[in-house]
């Protein structure tokens, strides 16, 4: 009955193990869930105005599928200030958040049988659109937790359409160097692949500076699908507004997807996003402050164990190598969630074995007490 696409897709790891933690705080248990994937603060209170506002002036109807003028000028010129990229307003798509314009990407790339190239670990909707798109997911892996240009040119074929890059990254936290994205992008305008950038997590960053792919030069640029959002850097998860930035061609085919099949982002949700570029840096400021204290503390607590990992220099994730542990991660992070109490999201749904995602969008209070039990877990 359902079409043969659907069969490949398994159901969301992460979905799955916040169901499994949602029962059980629900039974009365006291979880520290360590699995959510959104900021735990609260939209600001400029962006929440605007909101209101929006629906006071009846701000209701349908706007233009890539949406309204006014916030695609405030995007044009924030990858301008920010990432050093020069786009027109129609090269600009708004979307129902940073996953329809990742989503819309894929359709628009690629045929049946086109393969893109995902490295490992990989956010977990990356394989289904890929998959849904009917082209072939093709992964590479290696301790650094991020693609080298070899493994990169090595995995390209004559059916490679697109690779995905996100950094930083869910679930490693890790950044690209500017170095590395340019040596990347040498080798995809040599070898003409396509590049999704997802750079959603650009404004939780501990060290370094942001660096788009696209802005390296001309040749990247028009090769390239440059995607962020409002949805991590405002706490704006479920507002749902994310964009793209891509050569008009791309652009074009992806406000046909979009107007045949969800139109435009909610109006009154491209208001506050909007607003959400007058929200005060300093406001921002403390909120990566408060997640670089929260780093901190997590990473002095891990080294007193066995778990190994990368020190994250963004987004607000560990990725955990567990191997000295349990090298199933599933069943390790079912047995922690069952005996501790405490929800990671096993590493197989990132498509490394052996890894534990440890979020903490959580209160010091909870992450105090969650690295207290798992470490008596280990122990
Ligand atoms: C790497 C990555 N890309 C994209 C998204 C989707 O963001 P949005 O809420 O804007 O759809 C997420 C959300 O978890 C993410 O982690």
């Not at 233009?64 to 307003?89: F, R, T």
């Not at 802005?215 to 440059?226: G, H, L, M, P, V």
């Not at 010091?364 to 207290?372: P, T």
């Amino acid at each position: 009955m359902i079409a043969d696409k659907f069969q490949k897709l398994t159901p969301s790891a992460t979905l799955t193990i916040n169901a499994k933690a949602n029962e059980l705080k629900e039974k009365g248990v006291n979880i520290v869930n360590f699995s959510a994937g959104e900021p735990d603060f609260n939209a600001p209170e400029n962006v929440k105005q605007a909101a209101i506002q929006a629906v006071k002036e009846n701000f209701s109807r349908y706007t233009a599928v890539p949406g309204i003028l006014s916030l695609k000028e405030k995007i044009q010129q924030k990858l301008k200030e920010d990432n050093n990229l020069s786009y027109s307003v129609d090269e600009i798509v708004i979307a129902n958040g940073a996953k329809q314009s990742l989503y819309n990407a894929v359709m628009v790339l690629c045929n049946k049988g086109d393969e893109v190239i995902i490295p490992c670990p990989y956010w977990v909707s990356y394989e289904a659109m890929v998959l849904l798109a009917e082209a072939k997911p093709i992964y590479t892996s290696n301790s650094s937790l991020k693609i080298t240009p070899e493994e990169f040119e090595n995995s390209v074929t004559e059916k490679t359409k697109a690779v995905f890059l996100n950094s930083p990254s869910n679930p490693t936290g890790l950044t690209y160097t500017k170095k590395e994205l340019q040596e990347l992008a040498e080798i995809a305008v040599k070898k003409n692949v396509f590049v999704i950038s997802d750079e959603i997590y650009e404004k939780i960053l501990f060290e370094g500076e942001h660096y788009s792919i696209a802005s390296y030069n001309d040749e990247i640029k028009n090769r390239t699908i440059t995607i962020n959002g409002v949805s991590k850097s405002h706490s704006m998860t479920g507002y749902r507004i994310g964009y793209s930035a891509s050569n008009k061609e791309i652009a074009g085919a992806m406000k046909k997807i979009q107007g045949h099949s969800t139109s435009n982002a909610c109006s009154i949700s491209q208001k506050a996003a909007l607003a959400s570029f007058d929200t005060s840096k300093e406001e921002l400021k403390m909120q990566v402050e408060e997640f670089r204290k929260r780093r901190d503390f997590i990473s002095k607590e891990l080294k007193e164990t066995k778990i190994k990992f990368f020190l994250p220099q963004g987004g607000f994730y560990f990725f955990l190598d567990i191997s000295e542990i349990e090298k199933d991660s599933v069943k390790f992070c079912s047995e922690l969630l069952e005996k501790k109490h405490v929800a990671l999201v096993p590493g197989k749904a990132f498509g490394m074995e052996s890894y534990a995602r440890l979020s903490y969008p959580n209160t010091m209070e909870n992450i105090k007490e969650g690295l207290k039990r798992l470490k008596e877990f280990i122990e």
